[in-house]
């Protein structure tokens, strides 16, 4: 179920980058040989004593901390959780921790909106309640600490969860389809806190959806290009909607950014257009059945319009603190599986986004603003996303001998002070087939690079790699020490003078994920009998004091997703604990870890498994007593007073 509407179930299909670019395997191939890079594997694990007896299981906690976590204010300080078989139909959360729901599937955000009722859904309704499966979610605050503007994604829908008697997307109404179409976008919705408790404020002023049929600004230097004109907008200018909204960033200026990831799903696309075959190929859509939507609007059908799906693909801005603002999205970013973007300011002023494609064997991408941050000058700097320069990864490794997976790396230019740096290639056609040029300049291929963040105490930056089963042996390296790779790492990149704008950095991994009785796992040093498992890394976030939060989608150990915190520094560096699992078949997505005293979390497609429908639920979550599954917004807090 997750696969086919997530991805369009991109593992069965072959694999779209079919370059001859290095694999991320393959960037210690020169200088080392085979038998050194199957050594490795020990060399690694063994690194400052990690080796453990077979059978070691995993600490909850290095010593004191359970006490710490029965006095400490803040979210850091805590026993770790144990891991949780899949099945559990509950969120766990920490000693002296509770859990509560923010804002749920179908709760009315905007005034006017009904209350949800499952049975009678309708889509004028859905457009005024919040959106289905949530993932990233955001806070800009307002003058006060305790208040702001949630933003929060709705990535997709899963259909058979959502209507009785569901046959297949080809047997939904067109009422049904206009209501999966209303799910999804973004939910907008002003919060306040009570105590230690946040409040999502239903019809507040500043509330409001954002659907698949919301008007967007296309801007940047391909927005009239002839490659997005379609017969509704010969303009190349006003695209309506967006779709597969998987992660995100909170700009300095206080607006939010949204990543467009599997947008290729929606369209349907038995066979490419003339004269877009490779583009098609590249990004997944040749073969795509869509999801029905062409037979309510035809511009998801490519035979129809064959540039519609030009039009997605990219990092959208939303200003929530004006609620008659148009969202834009920018070329200047470049087009492709956008898992999201955050932006930091560089030393000289200018600002810059690390960004990841979500896709096996993809590419790691930069873009780094012309024009500066201005402080307090909010006009200004709404027009900082819509032109810059944009660069891919290329990765070297230094040898296995030192025992730890890093090494350099260079950010190969795309397009540059407005001219386009790949041969053959106009800025118009690099940044709507990003992916193709990107092909032609040799960046190193990822194992599904997804949510990237900068760090904003040490300002290095973090990239979840989730996962890559398709990874064979001849590609094993420092980098990548396993095969199949079903449990992914997290990577650290470090930039010269922690100045981003830099065409050279460093990288690390920091953490190579799965059970810590397996010698191929790593926590940055740490003694593995000491930490918690984890699996598909998919979300990265930080708190005040500069901890690595992760959270999993997909756990392939058999447990339930959850949330993670690793310090990055200090004794304890490198030590992973489990904060709180997530219900039966649903994700861990955010997370947000606000005034560190609180974590946000969004409970992602809970009961998504297969054979469930209306009538075999398999989870209750929320638990309010509508006996379906709601996907939600949960904030986790301590439950003593004396914690605030």
Partial sequence: MTCHYRCDDACSKPIANESDNSYFGDIVREGISRRTALKATGVTAAVAGLAVAAGAQP????????????????VYDFEATAPQPFTTDDVITPEGFTWKPLVKWGDPIVAGAPEFDFDNQTAAAQEKQFGYNCDYVGLVRDRHDHKGVLVVNNEYTNDELMFRGYTGASGLTDEQIKITMAAHGLSVVEVHKAGREWKALLGARRNRRITATTPFELDGPAAGSTLVRTKADPTGRRVLGTVGNCAGGTTPWGTILSGEENFNGYF????????????FARYGLTGSTGRAWEKVDPRFDAAQEPNESNRFGYIVEVDPLDPTSTPRKHTAMGRFKHEGANVSVAPDGRVVAVMGDDERFDYMYKFVSKKKYVEGDRKHNLTLLSEGDLY??????????????????????LVVDGKSKVAGMSVEEVLVHTRLAADKVGPTKMDRPEDVELNPVNKRVYAALTNNSKRVPSQIDEANPRASNKHGQVIELTAPGNDHTQATFTWKLVLVCGDPNDPATYFNGFDRREV??????????????????????????????AFFMMPLEGPHKGHLKQFHTVPHGAESAGPLIVDDTTVFCAVQHPGEVDGASPSNVQSQFPYDGTGQPR?????VFADKPGRR
Avoid: R, Y
Wanted: proline share 8%; aromatic share 8%; net charge negative.
């Fill in 59 to 74: 600490a909850a906690a290095a010593p004191g901390s359970a006490a710490k976590a029965k006095t400490s204010p803040f």
């Fill in 268 to 279: 349907k696309a038995t066979a490419a257009p003339a004269g877009q075959e490779a583009a």
């Fill in 392 to 413: 891919v990864a290329k990765f070297t490794g230094d040898g296995f001998e030192d025992g730890v997976s890093d090494g350099t790396g260079e950010w190969l230019p």
């Fill in 532 to 561: 918690s498992p984890i699996s598909c890394p998919d979300n990265v976030a930080f708190d005040s004091v500069g901890n690595l939060w992760i959270s999993t989608d997909g756990n392939a150990l058999g447990n339930a997703d």
């Fill in 631 to 635: 996907p939600s917004v949960i904030q």
